[in-house]
């Protein structure tokens, strides 16, 4: 295509300068015939990977570029992630055992807890126990002693009886005795025998 392009160029230039243009008419065509020739030559050599004179100087780069990289791995990177990984192992193993440890405190906690219930458990019962036959104890003895007051206060009360039943068979007899003389001194003046009232009253009253 670039050589159609020269020709071109120097077709015009003939046609429209004539003789005169003809000299630089050569000029251009020599020109462009060499560059034409240049570009046909890289057309022909294609892609620079292909060209196996560069294998070399890529091979050397790449070398370098796998050393560089390698060395950035190796001295920068893989201690940076060896370390986080090892810090990271390290606070997990902690965690474990700390974990492990409050486990084992907990279930300690939980057997004293329950230990501890066990044993308050069993002196409640046991104050409980106590408790009732103190109470027991106690209310049998306030028992016997109201039963003792009762007693001492029914043997009052029917002494007390006693008296007031002797009192009012007293009171009976004197208010019959005075009711009989009185009915004798009404009926016949003068005549009533209080010894023989009071004997008449007692038998009457026995009988």
């Keep these: ?120 458990r069993d002196e409640a019962h046991k104050i409980a126990a106590e408790t009732k036959a103190g109470i027991d104890k106690e209310l049998q003895g306030l028992l016997a002693k109201a039963d003792a007051e009762i007693a001492v206060k029914a043997g009052e009360s029917e002494k007390r009886i006693a008296e007031i039943r002797d009192n009012a068979a007293k009171s009976v007899e004197e208010v019959a005795r005075d009711t009989v003389a009185a009915i004798v001194e009404a009926m016949l003046p003068g005549s009533a025998d209080q010894a023989a009232i009071d004997a008449a009253l007692a038998n009457r009253l026995k009988g």
């Design 1 to 120: 295509m670039a050589t159609e392009t020269g020709v071109i160029v120097i077709a015009q230039a003939e046609t429209g300068h004539g003789a005169a243009g003809a000299e630089h008419g050569a000029d251009l065509h020599a020109t462009t015939e060499t560059t034409g020739h240049e570009n046909l030559e890289q057309a022909e050599v294609g892609m620079p990977q292909l060209d196996f004179g560069l294998y070399p100087n890529l091979i050397f780069w790449l070398v370098v570029a796998l050393l560089a990289l390698y060395f950035i791995l190796s001295r920068v990177a893989l201690p940076r992630i060896g370390n986080v990984l090892a810090e990271r192992n390290d606070a997990i193993a902690n965690d474990i055992e700390m974990a492990a440890l409050l486990k084992r405190r907990a279930e300690e906690a939980e057997a004293a807890y329950n230990a501890a219930l066990a044993r308050a």
